[in-house]
């Protein structure tokens, strides 16, 4: 390295929240409106680098699955405190599948293995529920701080949130 490099300036860390609305333009462009992000009572979450570049491509894949596997109408991207770690939840109201089916080697589901070992590799687990028919729920919960959460059930951190109904666009 030389030492010029030394005084270079890093680039600016962006805030997770920034990063999650910047895939979903990317993604969508100008069908943004099919995709709701939520962020509600969560403090600006900035990841260290080896964490950013596994969390945004789950969230990448489960957004391309959702608006072209599933067909989806309304996809929504939430980000919120789950105990001591996040939770990124992508929900669909889209055709749904099997996912016991991927497990067992089904060419069409690769890309939930992979979403599963990005997962682990920041010590987080992936979580999907989902049926055919009824959409699709896929959940990402991690420890931005290190903590495992690989073989945890989910149920030591429950919390609720509330949200409001927003009337619907006449």
Known sequence: RSIS?????????????????DLIEQIFGDDQHLVRLVTAGTEPVYLPPEQ??????IAQEA????????????????????????????????????????????????GLSIMR???????GRLDVDSQPGQGTKVSLI???????????????GRQFMLYSQVPEAK
């Open 52 to 57: 950013t570049t596994q969390v945004l491509p």
């Open 142 to 156: 991690w420890d931005p701080d290190g903590g495992d959460h690989s073989s945890r059930t989910g149920l030591e």
């Open 5 to 21: 490099s030394l005084t270079e300036t890093p680039a600016p860390v962006r805030a997770l929240q920034d990063q999650l609305a």
């Open 117 to 123: 070992a990005r997962a682990k590799r920041i010590g």
């Open 63 to 110: 957004l391309l699955n959702a608006s072209g596997h599933a067909r989806a109408k309304v996809i929504s991207l939430t980000l919120e405190q789950w105990g001591d770690g996040l939770r990124i939840i992508i929900e669909d109201d889209g055709v749904g599948f099997d996912p016991h089916k991927s497990r067992r080697g089904n060419r069409d589901h690769f």
